[in-house]
């Protein structure tokens, strides 16, 4: 059974038209995170939620927002999407600190821009 | 800030064995976790190493040296499935105590007959 389920799979949204991806979980873990990954290169780290305090990398665009209204679900909002953020986007989850295992993710969902 | 290595391709065939190299530099290590990634797919969690020394699990084997910094990640009796990208993800303490992966761009490995 899925445990990080993320919707949709593919998603095809226009130039500059908000969009936004959904990522849930049934693990009930404190961390959840969001990674955007291109072709041939590294997951890039967007931001994370432990618990309800949202971190923010210093390199992700304000054009990228996330929200986490409760334990279980999570949203990657991307206010004006450019042809640049065309990516897989990958949530992931994970206990938290002090446990040393390693991240659950979801099957990603493919962003196409028009 | 962390710094990881991989080789960005590699080949082998069918049957034989291949050893997959990350390096890195990072301060505050807590873990380094090998994933296999197939195109267009999640990464999925392989094998993870704490403290130095070699963990075996079935075919796989990854190795740690934390003084060099460096991890192998070892794949036996390759099969064609085999084929995909191998991230190298490190864990480390950030200032707000929490320690989040670093991944690595990940090692494309193409098996052949």
């Known amino acids: 059974d899925a445990m990080v389920i993320q919707n949709p799979r593919y998603q095809v949204t226009q130039f500059g038209k908000p969009v936004t991806l959904s990522c849930s979980q049934t693990?009930?873990?404190?961390?959840m995170y969001w990674y955007q990954q291109k072709s041939s290169q590294a997951p890039k780290l967007l931001f994370h939620?432990?618990?309800?305090?949202?971190?923010n990398e210093a390199d992700t665009p304000d054009n990228f927002q996330s929200r986490r209204p409760n334990t279980s679900f999570c949203f990657l909002d991307i206010r004006s999407p450019g042809l640049g953020d065309a990516a897989m986007y990958l949530c992931?989850?994970?206990?938290?600190?002090?446990?040393?295992?390693?991240?659950?993710f979801g099957d990603g969902t493919r962003l196409s821009i028009l | 800030g962390q710094n990881i290595d991989q080789p960005t391709e590699m080949t082998a065939t069918e049957g034989a064995i291949v050893q997959i190299n990350c390096t890195y530099q990072?301060?505050?290590?807590?873990?380094l976790f090998w994933y296999q990634q197939h195109a267009g797919e999640a990464p999925t969690f392989l094998s993870y190493?704490?403290?130095?020394g070699l963990e075996e699990k079935g075919r796989f084997s990854s190795f740690l040296s934390r003084s060099k910094g460096y991890s192998y990640l070892l794949l036996k009796e390759l099969q064609m499935k085999d084929s995909a990208s191998y991230l190298c993800?490190?864990?480390?303490?950030?200032?707000?105590?929490?320690?989040?992966?670093?991944f690595g761009r990940g090692t494309s490995l193409i098996v052949h007959p």
């Open positions: 992931a989850t994970s206990r938290g600190e002090g446990i040393i295992e390693p991240q659950h």
């Open positions: 693990l009930n873990h404190n961390v």
């Open positions: 939620y432990y618990d309800k305090d949202f971190n």
């Open positions: 990072t301060s505050g290590f807590n873990g």
């Open positions: 190493n704490v403290l130095d």
């Open positions: 993800a490190v864990r480390a303490g950030s200032s707000g105590g929490s320690y989040i992966p670093t």
